[in-house]
């Protein structure tokens, strides 16, 4: 009938009016550090527009972060641009990198790029993989 098909609709939107709405988190942000290193990096390479960071399989645990130089954004890739420093994220990393810090670390023995990522459920003794 015709009130029972109200009541449903109504439910339907109760149900969905209840659902919490999660703040969207950036797919990569950078720190200073990173910021200033990936500038450093670019000055002598006018060529290159910025860093591509992809995810590959392979080390112990599963997966490893890539970075490359950019001379253009792929069709499919995602931009973050901070502080005047774009960095393209290649689409199959997106998901893997969501929420993702991207620092630049230097110490005596050695300096990296260094991930920061909520999403890792263990990484390799090496520190080299990680898994999702």
Known sequence: SDSSA?????????A???R?????????????????KIKQLLQDKPDNI?????VR??????????LDYAQSKGASDEEVVQDGVRVFIEKKAQLTLL??????VEDKLSSEFVFNNPNIKGTC????????
């Open 6 to 14: 109200n009541e449903l609709f109504r439910a339907t939107i109760r």
């Open 16 to 18: 969905v009016s209840k």
């Open 20 to 36: 919490k709405l999660q703040p969207t988190r950036a797919a990569l942000t950078l720190t200073p550090a990173a910021v200033t």
């Open 50 to 54: 910025g860093l591509k960071v992809a």
């Open 57 to 66: 399989t392979r080390g112990c645990n599963g997966l490893s972060y890539c």
């Open 99 to 104: 929420g993702t810090e991207m620092d630049y």
């Open 125 to 132: 003794g090496c520190g080299e993989s990680f898994n999702i």
